[in-house]
């Protein structure tokens, strides 16, 4: 690691300055500086070095955040099972598994190698989860590189395109989106901006854009409602009751099915963010009342805890005015 300025020189005799610096809690950055406007410079740069410096690990993926510390995701014995109808979950996978082995046939059709793949759908339905696994899958299957950005009420439209530079930069690559719908709604980016991006990457670049979105009725049309900026949307629902007792049955191994099946029964419109947290309100009462595993009364117990916040929680923990005399009248 190194603060300063260095100086580059390019084959081509094109030379700029790269200065990197410590963050504000006086940390080395994984963001630099460079005193050239030549994206297409830069991305030569940055090939050459990722070439020379970086070191496929088959256990790690390496996702790089343009505006923020980069992530590693663990890849190795990772549980990523995911409880989505067979058919859509085959078809995503399929889908990115043919954009990524299939550049030579986009080339020979004389296809442009780009496509955008949007999830949408309620919080807590598996989008995020369902990136992750891409993420690992495609690590790796197919070595791809990752870049993502973080979006809030300050991200601009330089990030932006640094986001989509990089992952030029890097292809074969995956640019994750996530929601979407914020980003030129409640961030500094602007809808013409962001069409802009989507329509110029060059062609045969390798670049699979996903991107997420719990409100995609927020999304402009221009965006998801035209191929060749997001190709496929597919639509993440809270789980029906087949799979929510195919959930609870591979977190709950052992348990009656009886006793399975009445609890997803209990829980019909949770969200997989709520069973998840049913197996940890579990959990914790397993510990609290010293029991070596989660019973069948714990289960029970925390299934009707959760329920009962469930229930609150759709009418915003707001107590109706019944409840709210029988409280009076109790205290």
């Known amino acids: 690691m190194w603060v300063g300025a260095i100086r580059i020189h390019s084959p081509e005799g094109k030379d700029f300055i790269l200065f ?48 923020a510390p980069n992530i590693d995701i663990d890849c190795h014995g990772q549980d990523e099972t995911m409880f989505l109808p067979h058919a859509m979950l085959d078809d995503i996978e399929s889908q990115v ?28 339905t598996g989008k995020t989860m369902m990136m992750r696994r891409l993420i690992r899958t ?9 870049v993502t950005l973080t979006i809030g009420k300050n991200t601009d439209e330089g990030e932006l395109g640094m986001a989509f530079s990089m992952a030029e930069a890097q292809a074969p690559a995956m640019l994750l989106l996530e929601d979407l719908d914020s980003l030129t709604r409640e961030s500094q980016v602007s809808r013409s901006a962001f069409l802009a991006l989507l329509d110029g990457l060059k062609a045969n670049k390798g ?40 959930y609870l049955a591979h977190h709950f191994p052992g348990m009656a099915l009886d ?27 397993a510990v609290g009342q010293g029991a070596g595993e989660v019973t069948t009364e714990i289960l029970l117990q925390a299934t009707t805890t959760l329920a009962s916040q469930f229930n609150a929680g759709r009418k915003s923990h707001t107590p109706s005015l019944a409840e709210r005399e029988l409280g009076f009248k109790g205290a």
């Open 20 to 67: 990197s610096y410590l963050s504000h809690r006086d940390e080395f950055c994984d963001q630099y500086l460079a005193s050239t406007d030549d994206l297409g410079l830069l991305q030569r740069f940055i090939r050459t070095v990722s070439r020379r410096f970086q070191r496929w690990n088959r256990n790690k993926a390496h996702v790089i955040v343009a505006n």
């Open 97 to 124: 598994a043919a954009f990524f082995t299939g550049r030579d046939i986009f080339q020979r059709l004389g296809i442009r190698h780009q496509r955008g793949f949007l999830f949408v759908g309620p919080p807590g």
């Open 138 to 146: 495609c690590h790796q299957q197919y070595k791809v590189k990752f």
């Open 207 to 246: 670049i699979l854009i996903i991107g997420t979105s719990n409100n995609p009725e927020q999304i402009d049309p221009a965006l998801i409602h035209r191929p060749s900026r997001f190709d496929r949307v597919w639509s993440f629902p809270v789980p029906e009751l087949a799979l929510r007792h195919r």
């Open 259 to 285: 006793i399975i099946e009445s609890v997803a029964t209990q829980t019909g419109n949770w969200s997989y963010a709520y069973l998840n947290e049913l197996r940890t309100t579990a959990a914790i009462l």
